[in-house]
């Protein structure tokens, strides 16, 4: 379990605005006796030793694994807060170390295992290599489970909650500048 917060370099610890390291998750984190609300809109979890994170009893038994519960106030925290849940289940492919690395296999491979019939053709060659590693990428590429499932029900690879259609902007302003050419003057 890693309930307890240790501040480590490259992962929690980064330099400030002065130079000085400092844990960019702010620990030690407050500590107080009791969850709290101020007059002045802070708040704060019950928090006995600084180093632990506002894990969640019912979160921790139920689902044993550790955990960091946030109470959302504001749109800008639920905002932040969905975007970084989103990715990690998603598994967006932020740096592209885990694709190269496939493709350098599939490179490897592909030196390893040349075509002779092949050798006077410099378009097969090339055709060979891009097909084994488009392949090495549809094979070893780590994919979130909700993009597999969307993919086998035929969901297609995005989830939208609208439908959403085109709209020309240009025909849209010019139409509004037949109705009201003021604005046309007004923008000139
Ligand atoms: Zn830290």
Not at 115 to 138: A, C, G, M, T
Not at 153 to 182: C, K, N, Q
């Amino acid at each position: 379990m890693e309930q307890v917060h240790a501040c480590k370099p490259r992962r929690c610890l980064v330099y400030d605005r002065h130079n000085q390291l400092v844990c960019k998750r702010r620990a030690p984190f407050q500590i107080s006796e009791d969850a709290f609300v101020t007059d002045t809109g802070l708040c704060g979890p019950k928090r006995l030793y600084g180093y632990v994170n506002s894990w969640v009893p019912s979160i921790l038994i139920n689902v044993r694994c550790n955990n960091d519960g946030k109470f959302l106030t504001s749109g800008a925290d639920t905002k932040n807060i969905t975007f970084y849940v989103t990715s990690y289940t998603a598994k967006k492919q932020g740096k592209n170390y885990n694709v190269s690395a496939v493709m350098a296999k599939g490179y490897a491979y592909h030196l390893d295992h040349p075509k002779p019939e092949y050798v006077d053709s410099v378009r097969d060659q090339q055709r060979l290599l891009l097909f084994r590693l488009v392949h090495s990428i549809n094979r070893e590429q780590e994919l979130a489970a909700p993009m597999v499932i969307s993919y086998l029900m035929g969901w297609g690879d995005v989830y939208r909650s609208h439908t959403y259609l085109p709209i020309y902007w240009s025909s849209f302003t010019s139409a509004l500048y037949t109705a009201f050419p003021e604005l046309l003057r007004r923008a000139q």
